[in-house]
């Protein structure tokens, strides 16, 4: 007997008759022999409509009383897969995620889980029951509830498969698996059968949606196989394990852009020890995250420029913070940027061993006539900034370059 944990996201149970579908695969499962343990969003669209409700109470809502407003969609759809359960014949009971014990910090709206307490739910499934959870959402020690922010069901799914030492975590969305790249751009883009938890990772915070990249974290702490697949077909997914020898032999796995970036460049800076911590405390302070970042060499001067990015939703908020700091460091050139940037990367474990797949891409957007402004790179990724303009183009050129269209590529093939 196997214990799996399903996570069904919203388009997954968007009304109640695609919640009783989802019933009637997971009942298929459990006959199976198996144990079930399913995590479930709230209905697509809800999120959304609570949180128009919240700004027509307050033009910044209150974080504390958004989490109890947010958490109430979960508490729909997992009391109505309860009752779709009995009603197909079986038993199931339903938890909230203070019922649970999910117990999180008190970051409202964007929590982070701390620890679970599983003995509820093994009691409940050792009597012969489905359990269904809901996603999203936990609590802090003192009782308050929280949320874990866009995403958070895949980590809720995740952390619970960690904690029951499940056998696997399925995530359930309204797409086969992972791809090479985004099939709306790439026609040819084909789906990955098995990916590592790094390339995952990379994938994840470089701007592909189809994982929450918290999820992806927890399953590879915790060595979770999980296997994302589509709620509408049987068609076999993507597993998301642990490296083996064989990953090596293609050397990029896939190509994934984000367009939520924004460039600043404070120009003229003075050239001298203590100069970034002024501009990026600040920053810090304010909870916004920066990304790449880039130092001129002196020219001779005694100055510099200093290029950073962040978050395109973050962009305003931190040029009004670096109003005053341009002031107190004396850049003599201001502050710009831009909001109409995209982040372009490849990301592959077989790069680690093997040499020219940066300049192959350098090759590749040059010959497309692709500006590149910034780069960053890890054992094994390499991110291009480039104009928003150019992202379809890049994203082709750099799928067709790398033969991600094909089937396999093979292990003695060289870039260069």
Request: aromatic residues 4%.
């Amino acid at each position: 007997m196997a214990l799996i944990v399903q996570k069904f996201g919203g388009t997954s149970v968007g009304d109640p008759e695609k919640i009783k579908n989802v019933a009637k695969r997971v009942l298929k499962k459990k006959n199976e022999g198996n144990q079930m343990v399913v995590v479930l969003s709230a209905m697509s669209g809800e999120t959304n409509r609570l949180t128009e409700f919240a700004l027509a109470m307050q033009d910044m809502p209150d974080l504390r009383e958004m989490d109890v407003l947010l958490s109430s969609g979960e508490q729909v759809t997992i009391s109505l897969f309860a009752m779709a359960v009995k009603a197909l014949g079986d038993d199931c009971i339903s938890f909230l995620g203070d019922q649970v014990k999910i117990e999180t910090d008190n970051s409202y709206t964007k929590a982070r889980i701390e620890g679970i307490d599983s003995d509820r739910i093994t009691k409940e499934l050792d009597s012969g029951k489905v359990v269904v959870v809901a996603g999203f959402q936990g609590v802090t020690e003192t009782g308050d509830i929280t949320t874990l922010g866009r995403g958070g069901s895949d980590t809720t799914a995740v952390a619970l498969a960690a904690a029951l030492e499940a056998d696997a975590c399925e995530i359930f969305t309204d797409v086969e698996g992972v791809y090479t790249t985004d099939p709306n751009i790439c026609d040819n883009a084909i789906k990955i059968d098995r990916i590592t938890y790094d390339e995952m990772l990379e994938l994840a915070s470089l701007g592909a949606k189809v994982l929450d990249i918290r999820s992806v974290t927890f399953a590879k702490q915790y060595n979770v196989p999980v296997h994302v697949r589509s709620t509408f077909t049987e068609t076999e997914g993507t597993w998301v394990v642990a490296e083996e020898k064989a990953m090596e032999g293609k050397i990029v796995s896939g190509v994934t852009y984000n367009k939520n970036e924004a460039r600043i460049t404070i120009s003229g800076v003075p050239d001298q020890p203590g100069i970034a911590s002024k501009i990026f405390t600040p920053i810090s302070n304010a909870d916004i995250i920066v990304d790449m970042i880039i130092q001129n060499q002196d020219t001779g001067n005694g100055e510099t420029d200093m290029t950073f990015t962040v978050a395109r939703t973050d962009y305003q908020r931190t040029l009004q913070l670096l109003e005053s700091v341009v002031k107190q460091t004396g850049a003599k050139g201001g502050i710009h940027g831009s909001d109409s940037i995209t982040k372009i990367s490849i990301v592959g474990v077989g790069m680690r061993n093997h040499s020219g797949i940066a300049s192959t891409m350098f090759s590749v957007l040059s010959n497309e006539g692709i500006n590149i402004s910034m780069i960053s790179t890890s054992e094994i990724k390499v991110s291009c900034i480039i104009e928003e303009r150019y992202t379809e183009l890049a994203v082709r050129a750099l799928h067709d370059a790398f033969e991600l269209g094909k089937e396999s590529v093979p292990e003695e093939e060289t870039l260069s």
